[in-house]
């Protein structure tokens, strides 16, 4: 099965590793040479090779034996995410062992890459580290996670810089969405006292605004995608892709202009509009960045058991009426000195 290893150059890597014969593995290693270890239940002169055991506790810890229920409500794992460096263990040893044992294999194995300073993989022993709790201290948790699932592609090898940080929260978190939530929230404030208008028949939107609509429409598959295969820089490129959009939209429709004109209606659709994608992107935004997601559905006047469910993707289910809450920046933008 082609998703059995992912990303598809580690499953590459294992199946030229796989054109060769493979070499027994001896599953025991002597007490004269290693003096701690599990007992062999069959010779009390050997114990269990510590990768034999290791593995064998990921099903141990679902029940295996002990509690059925429990180990059918685990086992098989959906996804089994490890490092790199052990690809082989588990892609290679682990199923056979399972299928000894008449067991299934995860149905996924994701072997993720490393976080390098410069060209260096990080390590404690060499002091080349990045505490992840400074950072968040320093950033915030969401902005700290955006970064790291958008920097680089989902177990591809990475390499941290502060700078790139600031430059994502900057230009991705604080101008894209921070702003696209802001200049919307305060032209509904402006024009329509924070309430948020009705809008006409949809088959009276012009090009501009059912290019954005399908869109937005169309953002559910395209997130589904990405998560399907575990590409998490995917899925949020194409909720970042709505948000660009909707960016264009302010410019090309130039409410200002539409207000200054009288033209009310036409005002009213764009706003139910924004705050339409910007709804979808409140509820796509959740596994990702939870706590900027409830900050935006706060502001755009949604309840809470409005914000999270797959069946929150389809167009038209913001409510004409709803009353706004105070804007306030998502994202401050963050003076690089």
């Known amino acids: 099965r082609e998703d059995f290893i992912l990303p598809v150059t580690r499953r590459n890597e294992i199946l030229s590793f796989l054109q060769n014969p493979l070499n027994d593995l001896c599953v025991s290693r002597p007490r004269t040479r290693l003096s701690w270890g599990i007992p062999i239940p069959f010779s009390n002169d050997h114990v269990t090779y510590v990768w034999f055991d290791a593995l064998i506790n990921y099903i141990s810890v679902c029940g295996y034996v002990e509690d059925a229920e429990k180990f059918k ?6 996804v089994h995410m490890i490092g790199k460096d052990i690809l082989r263990m588990h892609a290679v040893n682990w199923p056979i062992m399972l299928h000894a044992a008449g067991l299934e294999p995860p149905k996924t194995i994701f072997a993720h890459g490393w976080w390098k300073l410069g060209e260096d993989k990080m390590s ?11 950072m968040i201290d320093r950033f915030g948790v969401d902005a700290y996670r955006y970064f790291l699932l958008r920097e680089v592609p989902f177990g591809a090898d990475g390499s941290f810089s ?24 305060s032209m509904i404030d402006k024009y329509f006292s924070g309430v948020i208008p009705e809008r006409r028949p949809i088959e009276k939107a ?3 605004t059912l290019s954005m609509i399908d ?21 949020l490129s194409a909720i970042w892709q709505l948000i660009n959009i909707a960016n264009k939209f302010i410019e ?4 200002w202009k539409l207000s200054k004109e009288n033209k009310t209606d036409e005002l009213k659709d764009m706003m139910y509009d ?3 994608v910007l709804r979808m992107v409140s509820v796509a935004l959740w596994p990702f960045l939870p706590a900027t997601s409830e900050e935006m559905a706060s502001q755009l006047g949604l309840k809470n058991k409005e914000k999270r469910t797959m069946k929150l993707f389809s167009w038209g289910q913001t409510k004409p009426g709803t ?12 003076e690089v000195t």
């Open 124 to 134: 404690k022993s060499k002091g080349n580290i990045v505490n992840p709790m400074e």
């Open 162 to 185: 502060e700078a790139a940080l600031v430059h994502r929260i900057n230009s991705d978190l604080a101008n894209d969405l921070g702003n696209l939530l802001q200049r919307t929230l």
């Open 274 to 276: 924004l705050c339409e």
């Open 73 to 78: 409500k685990f086992w098989p794992a959906d």
């Open 215 to 235: 869109a937005a429409k169309d953002l559910e598959l395209a997130i589904t995608a990405g998560m399907d295969k575990i590409d998490f820089n995917q899925a």
């Open 206 to 208: 012009d090009d501009i």
């Open 323 to 334: 009353k706004i809450n105070k804007c306030k920046p998502l994202f401050p933008r963050i």
């Open 252 to 255: 090309q429709k130039a409410p």
